[in-house]
């Protein structure tokens, strides 16, 4: 109560006086615990900043697609609530949490399917016994992959890759998969080549230009819809093709390596099941049965009924629809920063 308090105020306290007047009041989200024990601590918020609190709404494990924030993807950690298998094996995904990762939520469509184990990891071990490991996005990729260079991860990556195992590289994870990357946008050297070498899972090269990508993909007669955001681009690929949408490659395949820059490509049900079937023979899993009836759309819209029925019963809606029209009066500018609270 104490700490939700000092970030309330303190969050107000160090705002300029214009953005202070943008301030009508305060919602406390993901409260764990009993609310009434917070409510003396929002009164003295009240007084100390003329803002009421027009809510308390309560953590809900339900709540887990589409989180996207990155300081929600901890290491370690399982993605969604795994549900048991349809057959006699499931299937475990390590998903590298890459320091600089962006777009997490393309692994999320793969945990909602039963059997389907979806695990954040950072260390060299944790890919040991995984089926399948994901390369994710990344806002920085020549750093990012110095990266799994320096912890080790890259070595246990390529060694998976040896063993038969399936790897996935999705957008700036692969173009760490290719052969050689010339970057002079996002992580230019101190030579101004910018010039990497890849994991080389995937005989191709990246080059980056100033310019990003920016498309959206709905590609009806192929059941696909995506979307890029990039500024690598493919100038050179020896691979097959994974897929193609619009008479062009989106992704190249390699025994069982991977790749494309198709964000949302397994919100698919169609694609996502056919090719976790792939995933599972390759990974011999044989024993592995994919579900028919799992809807990722559906569930994104079960979540926003969830968090619609939150809204409704823990939070003032009529109030919060009534700042439109204008507060009745202006809130106080706090001029006394941290100190001034008890």
Request: proline share 6%; glycine share 12%.
């Amino acid at each position: 109560s104490e700490m939700c308090i000092r970030d309330s105020f303190g969050t107000v306290a160090v705002l300029s006086p214009q953005d202070q007047a943008l301030i009508k009041g305060f919602i406390v989200n993901k409260f764990r615990g009993d609310p009434s024990l917070l409510a003396p601590g929002l009164d003295q918020l009240e007084q100390l900043t003329g803002r009421p609190t027009y809510g308390v709404l309560p953590y809900s494990d339900e709540l887990w697609l589409d989180t996207e924030d990155s300081l929600s993807v901890r290491a370690g950690e399982v993605v969604g609530r795994p549900a048991p298998p349809l057959g006699s094996q499931g299937l475990r995904v390590a998903a590298v949490r890459l320091p600089r990762i962006s777009n997490s939520t393309d692994v999320e469509a793969l945990a909602c399917e039963p059997g389907v184990t979806v695990r954040w990891v950072a260390e060299p071990a944790q890919l040991a016994d995984a089926d399948i490991v994901v390369l994710p996005g990344s806002k920085a990729t020549v750093s990012d992959l110095q990266w799994l260079r320096d912890t080790g991860l890259a070595e246990a990556v390529l060694a998976h890759a040896r063993r038969g195992g399936v790897v996935l590289g999705v957008c700036g994870g692969m173009q760490m998969l290719c052969g050689r990357i010339e970057d002079r946008v996002e992580s230019v050297q101190p030579d101004g080549r910018g010039r990497t070498i890849g994991l080389g899972l995937l005989d191709a090269d990246i080059v980056f230009q100033p310019e990003k990508v920016l498309r959206r993909w709905e590609v009806s007669s192929a059941g696909l819809d995506g979307y890029e955001i990039h500024h690598g681009r493919v100038v050179r690929c020896a691979e097959q093709e994974w897929f193609t949408a619009a008479g062009a490659a989106q992704g190249y395949v390699r025994g069982a390596v991977f790749g494309t820059h198709l964000h949302g490509l397994f919100d698919n049900d169609g694609f996502r099941r056919r090719w976790l079937e792939q995933a599972a023979q390759a990974a011999g899993r044989t024993g592995f049965a994919v579900a028919t009836d799992v809807s990722v759309p559906g569930r994104r819209d079960a979540q926003l009924d969830v968090m619609a029925d939150l809204l409704s019963a823990h939070l003032d809606v009529d109030a919060v629809l009534d700042l439109l029209a204008g507060p009745p009066s202006a809130a106080p500018i706090i001029t006394t920063r941290l100190g001034g609270l008890p």
